[in-house]
């Protein structure tokens, strides 16, 4: 059981997910997440994990956004870029995600402080200038 909190901000759309991280909870709440996007027009996404409690497997890590981001739906180009918090204690898993939500199309990064990511955010429009 988890339960999300979205907030718009500008281009930004923050997202505070609270509850129990399974597979079945990462898949549905990464679906709902996209389902947002596009309703509100989102370019940027925030999304904040840090009271999402529970690790996942270093294969559904890879797996999730390798094979379960395929089927979300698609954003069309409008999304520039996302960027999760997490705990700094999961820092050593941050890479194979990235690698794997990159390899389907997503701009997308994981960090352990807000202030990184929020940079991190910024730095994306000049990219698409």
């Not at 390899?103 to 929020?118: C, D, T």
Request: proline share 3%.
């Amino acid at each position: 059981m988890y339960e999300t909190t979205f907030r718009k901000d500008g281009d930004l759309l923050r997202v505070r997910i609270t509850g129990e991280r399974t597979r079945e909870a990462v898949a549905s709440v990464s679906k709902e997440i996209m389902e947002t996007c596009l309703r509100k027009g989102t370019r940027k996404l925030l999304i904040d994990v840090r009271k999402f409690v529970g690790r996942l497997t270093l294969a559904d890590d890879y797996q999730l956004p390798a094979k379960e981001f395929r089927t979300l739906p698609p954003h069309g180009g409008l999304l520039q870029a996302a960027a999760v918090l997490d705990l700094p204690e999961n820092d050593a898993r941050f890479a194979l995600f990235e690698d794997a939500a990159r390899s389907q199309g997503y701009n997308f990064r994981v960090f352990s402080e807000a202030e990184r990511a929020l940079k991190w955010l910024d730095e994306q429009d000049l990219k698409r200038v």
